[in-house]
């Protein structure tokens, strides 16, 4: 990166960019993008946006963790291509609704028109599916269980912004899967699910997980479960799904397996993906009027190490300096040194903004003392410390520090979800920003989307799989029901 | 993956497949992309492929290699957007002239056409340097060097194959250089081709590097050096470039940085690239009638360790098998256990087809004399080695594998190639695919297309940084030179 944009903090005409509150969490989200240099947003195409190294540094790390969690768990890493012959992708009735107006079509190689139309993903089923008839024969080979992080693109009418809502995805994971049984396929689903709150725990990102109602789940699947964040403004951000999609993909595509008996029967089948808004989430739910809060698991610099520098000590200092870093980098930390010659006020205001985990100062006094002061930018409190087994100290704080980011988060988040008995009272606590409403339904999609439309918000679905239950009235057909909705405006 | 994809060596009917002797190296290529399953090569669009599990695996060791070297030599990694406006591509005169034949394009969003068509990157010049132009300000930025790992698209008419010739280049690593003038541009140049010499030293494969004729340099740039391997036909495989772009690009795009005397001036720049063709370059090079050598940095399984079981020995030998494991896993490395029911040759013929660096077999005799016996995939001698430290033994026969296969096949490539007096010895040389020709010339454009015509082959270009020189004469013009040329045909 160049030296004005390493310069955090400062726009492109080198002045000092000046971070909103994040109480206007829009304009907040959309400055710390840029001032952070997370993704340039002045790419001349609608929706597209440039990752900088910095926000790439935080890319790489967040899907280093969903690879290790999917290589983890028996998945296998693949490549499809990107281009979709029309052929395939119209072939299922259902995918194709829930797709066709957002398909970005090629038409045109070179100044030839090409004899078939060549979708680009929006997913991946009709370009793998037609491949899985190839290489499922047996029940011996199920499941098979494949993903690939590749970029996919949807023509969005609506306000795009960077991470969220992007005509070009550039790191969705997605993972498909086949079974022998619907069951098997179910059992998926739920892995799927316990795998993605893994990551988002390592992550420190708290969540809800939902049955989507039926009008709302994947085109084509048999049901839908949703992972969602509280943003800080009060909406949700969806940000992992995982679809059961029954025999239905295997009918349009002719997935068929021999079973133990030697009959043919069509395979069952789940798919499930994750975004780039995983890391929009890691944003907006720690970051905070100075800037980044990254947890230490993604942040592309850990620490930084700050000498305070006097004429005379200097050169003691910097040796205390450099070898803390030595220390920290042998344990396989992200560690920086800032010996530049900003005021230290314009390096914390720096390092703060670029969610450096902690800031490790060393003087001539703390010297003499043989300490440092350590600086964790979630608590912003100083610590002093010993440079005896500084690196333990270290590598002690940062678990801390993840561990603490988690639950904060998950208090925050549980304390934005509001019982409610009736439509108005959801309305009220929605239009005022409080987050997500609960409120009881009997099940029926009548009623369901009777309370979408008396609210003015979408239901995220019912809780899956949480044994506490809601004894309540379905608000519209009053109903008694054990059933609970989480209702939200949604990203 | 399935269990029916897992048996290598079986195709998809559950028969085996037979691999064709190396030196019909065509025949071989295509069915090692199958058997070994690198590629299906089934997928419904011309020219695009799909990556195996096990390809895949190969494919990911490879460019953490080229990452590696890219991240340890001042490279940052971005990550751009795919679609290219037609407004800014067009941009270029010799840039559009070298690539609109091949671009796809994308017309319509949904049902909607859209208001300015959008290219799908053949390289991504124009997608980056309207940036640049916004990021480059001052010589304190000064060089700017970047890199992104991307798919790219090329709609090629001639005869498309896995990894060699592709309408999706899935696996395109492209550099973007910013420098205050020529010379800087020119020692990033020379840093690059430096930096791929030391990507293929680790992947075991030898090279040439040629200054490209002034007509087959990259559109737009002012000279490009390339690095070629010879495949075992003869022909020879481009497998990096790097392009000096001068100002050409700066002037068109307006990327301009103020010199430390406050003056605006054109940058300069650079670009290079690697793709998948470093892949097939292993595969090729490296291969035999048995199927994949692979190097040791970069085979998805470095090390099988295959139990030889009779009835009552069997827990012992299992036991120090899984010893082995542990003790190989310990130190990082790639190793699996074969006690499947296999017969033992079915089992060598599988782990040879798939390119595993070592073979362990450990049966009670061996167990008795505390060792066991070791074949490595590129020699397929056996060696006794002793299960105390077999640890040390393993790191240092992977070793000098890796560098006994890059010594053997530069030593091959150096075989293939034959100085030559006249176009009519070239010609033969080419012919009877012996390799690469080299002949004297006088530098000049006419006679250097002339060559090409009486030989019906390609210059690759002049020897990059070579001090041997040779003293000849142009086989053309009989000018006295001592400028000599590589003629090959290419893929």
Known sequence: MTENQKDAGKNDAGKEAVLP?????????????????????????????????FGFGIRKRVYNI???????????????????????????????????????????????????????????????????????????????????VVNTFRHETKHTRPLIRLREITSFKEAHTVHATWEDAENQVDEAVGLYADIYRRLSVPFLISKRPDWDKFPGGDYTIALDTIMPDGKTLQIGTAHHLGTNFAKTYDIMYENADGAQEYANQTCYGISERSIAAVIS?????????????????????????????????????????????????????????????????????????????IGPRDLEKNSAVLVRRDKGEKQFVSLNGIGETVLSELKKMGDD??????????????????????????????????????????????????????????????????????????QESEQKIYIAKMY
Chains 1, 2 share one sequence.
């Open 21 to 53: 509150p994040k109480s206007e969490f829009s304009e907040w989200f959309n400055s710390i993008i840029d001032i952070a240099q997370i993704m340039d947003v002045r790419y001349p195409v609608k929706g597209l946006y440039v990752w900088y190294p």
């Open 66 to 148: 969903i690879r290790d969690v999917m290589d983890n768990s028996g998945h296998e890493e693949t490549l499809f291509p990107l281009l979709i012959p029309e052929t395939e992708f119209m072939k299922e009735a259902d995918h194709i609704k829930g797709f066709e107006d957002e398909v970005f079509w090629v038409t045109h190689g070179g100044v030839t028109p090409l004899d078939i139309r060549l979708a680009l993903r929006p997913t991946s089923e009709t370009a793998i599916y037609p491949m899985y008839k190839l290489w499922v024969r047996s029940h011996a080979d199920l499941p098979l269980k494949l993903y690939q």
């Open 285 to 361: 739910v720690h970051g905070d009027d100075k800037g980044l809060v990254l947890p230490p698991s993604v942040a592309p610099v850990q620490i930084v190490v700050i000498p305070v520098l006097f004429k005379d000590t200097t050169k003691a200092v910097m040796d205390a300096c450099e070898n803390v870093v030595s220390a920290l980098k042998e344990r396989g930390l992200r560690v920086e040194m800032d010996a530049s010659d900003l005021r230290p006020g314009a390096k914390y205001y720096k390092w703060e903004l670029k969610g450096s985990c902690l800031r490790i100062e």
């Open 405 to 478: 980011l988690y639950g904060k988060a998950e208090e925050k988040m549980k304390a934005m979800i509001t019982p409610c008995e009736t439509p108005e009272e959801v309305a009220a606590v929605i239009g005022s920003g409080k987050g997500v409403a609960e409120i009881s339904w009997c099940g029926r999609d009548a009623c369901g989307m009777k309370i979408e439309e008396e609210t003015n918000a979408g239901i995220l679905g019912t809780p899956y799989a949480e044994t506490a239950v809601r004894s309540g009235k379905c608000p519209v057909c009053g």
